[in-house]
């Protein structure tokens, strides 16, 4: 509080740039959720580079800054173990509806075991008969049909998901598999569900 | 009787059929037509009336003289012009926090008991801040922004707005910063643009059928950052105040709608 | 003894139409708190609406009427001032009345 | 046991409510119809309803959305344009009982009443009007969806 004060004249000269000093956010970050455990911390409210400069730039990064992004990001995509990046599309249709997983506070957490799912219908349309399906990121529908579902195809989807933002940088979608939010073998599914031709997703 | 069941079963499938052109926008938007009558935020907004003007607490006074920004007692208007900076705390405060102000200090209430499970349907904060909201019914938001912690706070909403972390590396920006976007079939409000951040400021706090309870701004916004996977904030913390002041501030003169019914 | 209701009335021409908003957690007996007991089932059974003493709507209510249920009808009559007069009861015996003026 | 202490309990309740004047008795003569209201499929609700003769009516208007935004609040209006209407039922096939809820219109009231219901899932729901002691009924199918952030 009292460093705040001592900081406020800085502040105010900054503010009539806009921007809040960094510090005044990270201060006010830091004390507004005291629940949170070290490792909470650590994981769900510490930055990594990618994510302060997206947040720095808000999601239009200059192109020295994006170039360094794609850069770094690529450099961390992994592959499943039998190398087999075509799953089940079954398997990925559930992991599409799912919305759940990883909540915690002590409001409405979710059990630790919880499936994480990879909510696609939040933000894609996908196979037609869902009809609840959001539009923050493009429309799905028949991807494997206008794609194929030849080894290009198959591995540039399976990167796309894994880290949107080794193609995208400051994209709006999840890292799923940098995050570990999805396991290598559930990104391959959601790619099957994408591409599959037995897939919903192309049927219909 | 089975051909019975069998026709009805049978009958339900032909209207189906028949009603199908109807858009998905267009059925959600009968949908929400149909509940615009008959708001249950009305019983929370009588309980919380009847909370606001009965002694209550160790000191068995009544809310009547608590200062919610335009002075003691001053219900009307008072929600359109929160938060606001308060020289008694010497900080930028929501109606939430403010209310805490006000039964720990006038009404003598421990401030545990005062937020105990304030998060469950049914709760006092809950009906309080529903009267309270129901008071500005009609006045255009317009909370000050000139003390220097109001300022601040402006500035550290807007900076918290936008800074994304977690493992899904969510910010509020993610799914709020663009026009006509939905999760599944919910509107988006995009606080970058004032016309739509007006729609939206001026209907909460708002009933949710799936909740069954009126959520207040706070409450939603500690939903919206447990779905973002962060930790829970604490109640009247000074990021979801500064958070509100920058909603706020983009939908200033936004006229309030009084509480909304939302799924 | 429940929560109070809000009963509104206006007559327009010939008819009296009535909106009751009842305060009613509505429990199926199926839903489960956060410790994963079963909430046990709490819903209105009974509705009566009469209009100067004379019934002017009846409802049974199971539990898969909407928490704190809202109702509307229509009936022909009533005048201005009159008393239109809502009781519910539900499954453990609790029960609310309220009344309002005809507008 | 349990069902015989329910009943002599609630009809105390009633017969009390009646000398109080807030029921009158002709209200508290119904006694909520239990078999109706645990019937698990819309055949043997039905049937303890005494309808298990109703036929498909033309005369019955259902307004309610074709999708509901949450399965919690669906609103129904449903009116009766057949003569001598004496009550409806709302019914639903997917909940895990049938019958939501019975409506009886005195003589003077119009055949047309505005609720909310619950529906577990996408279902067809089904309005059941008894009029001059014969049953009719008319279904409307309501999808509902899966909303929000998810969880």
């Known amino acids: ?204 | 009787m089975r051909r019975i069941v069998a026709a009805a079963l049978g009958l339900g499938v032909a209207c189906g059929a028949l009603g199908g052109d109807q858009s998905a926008s267009e059925a959600i938007a009968q949908y929400r037509q149909m509940l615009e009558d008959g708001n249950p935020a009305e019983l929370m907004e009588l309980r919380g009336e009847e909370l606001w003007t009965t002694p209550r607490g160790p000191r068995n006074v009544t809310l009547e003289q608590c200062d919610l920004g335009l002075g003691p007692g001053v219900v009307e208007g008072a929600y359109a012009r929160l938060p606001r900076y308060f020289a008694d705390t010497d900080r930028v405060q929501d109606v939430e926090s403010r209310l805490l102000t006000c039964m720990t200090t006038l009404q003598g209430f421990a401030y545990e008991d005062a937020t105990r499970a304030w998060y469950k349907a049914g709760s006092d904060l809950e009906a309080l801040v529903t009267f309270i909201a129901t008071r500005s019914k009609g006045q255009p938001i317009d909370t000050p922004v000139k003390h220097a912690k109001e300022v601040e706070a402006l500035a550290v909403g807007a900076d918290f707005f936008y800074r994304r972390s977690g493992p899904l590396d969510f910010a509020c920006a993610t799914c709020h910063s663009q026009d006509d976007r939905r999760i599944r079939l919910q509107e988006l409000p995009n606080f970058e643009n004032p016309a739509s951040a007006r729609t939206s400021m001026t209907v909460w706090p708002a009933y949710r059928v799936s909740q069954s309870a009126v959520w207040t701004m706070e409450r939603r916004l500690i939903d919206c950052i447990r779905q973002m996977r962060y930790p829970e904030p604490e109640l009247g913390s000074d990021a979801i105040i500064a958070l509100q002041v920058y909603l706020q501030h983009q939908a200033r003169g936004g006229v309030m709608q009084g509480p909304g019914i939302k799924r | 003894m429940g929560s109070p209701m809000k009963v509104r009335a206006r007559n327009d021409g010939g008819t009296t139409e009535v909106k009751i908003l009842m305060s009613h957690p509505m429990e199926t007996g199926r839903r489960k708190n956060e410790k994963g007991d079963l909430i046990p089932a709490l819903f209105i059974q009974q509705v009566s609406v009469q209009h100067q003493g004379k019934v002017v709507l009846s409802a049974q209510w199971g539990p898969a009427i909407s928490a704190n249920p809202f109702l509307s009808f229509k009936f022909r009559g009533g005048a201005k001032g009159e008393t239109v007069k809502v009781t519910w009861v539900d499954n453990k015996g609790d029960s609310r009345t309220d009344e309002a003026l005809i507008a | 046991m349990v069902r015989r202490e329910f009943l002599l309990r609630g009809s105390g309740l009633l017969a009390a409510l009646v000398a109080a004047g807030w029921l009158s008795p002709e209200a508290a003569a119904q006694e909520w119809n239990r078999a109706a209201f645990e019937a698990k499929s819309i055949k043997e609700a039905l049937e303890a309803l005494g309808a298990k003769d109703a036929s498909a009516g033309a005369d019955i208007v259902i307004t309610a959305p074709e999708i509901a935004e949450n399965g919690a609040v669906v609103p129904i209006t449903v009116a009766s344009r057949i003569a001598g209407t004496e009550s409806i039922a709302l019914l639903a096939d997917k909940n895990p009982s049938a019958l939501s809820g019975v409506f009886t219109f005195p003589v003077g009231t119009l055949p047309e009443v505005h609720t909310r219901v619950k529906l577990a899932e996408t279902s067809n729901v089904h309005v059941l009007v008894r009029a001059g002691g014969k049953f009719a009924f008319a279904t409307k199918e309501i999808k509902v969806t899966l909303g929000g952030c998810g969880g």
């Open chain 1, 1 to 204: 509080m009292k460093s705040l004060s001592r900081a406020l004249p800085l502040l105010l000269c900054l503010l009539a740039n806009g921007v809040a000093a960094a510090d005044a956010l990270e201060v006010t970050v830091r004390r507004s959720f005291p629940g949170a455990s070290d490792e909470e911390r650590r994981t769900r409210l510490d930055q990594d580079e990618v994510q302060a400069l997206c947040s720095k730039h808000r999601n239009r990064p200059p192109a020295d800054v994006a170039a360094r992004i794609v850069e770094s990001q690529l450099q961390t995509i992994r592959y499943p173990e039998d190398g087999k990046l075509l799953g089940d599309w079954r398997a990925g249709e559930k992991l599409a509806s799912i919305g759940t997983g990883g909540h915690i506070g002590r409001i409405q957490p979710d059990p630790a075991d919880r499936k994480k799912g990879g909510n696609c219908y939040a933000c894609h349309t996908l196979a037609k008969k869902e009809v609840a399906a959001g539009n923050l990121g493009p429309s799905l529908t028949g991807i494997g049909t206008v794609r194929g579902n030849g080894p290009e195809a198959v591995r540039y989807t399976y990167q796309k998901i894994f880290n949107a933002q080794a193609f995208f940088p400051c994209s709006s979608m999840p890292r799923f598999g940098h995050s570990g939010w999805l396991t290598p073998q559930e990104i391959a599914d959601a790619v099957a569900f994408l591409l599959d031709p037995e897939s919903p997703v192309n049927k219909d």
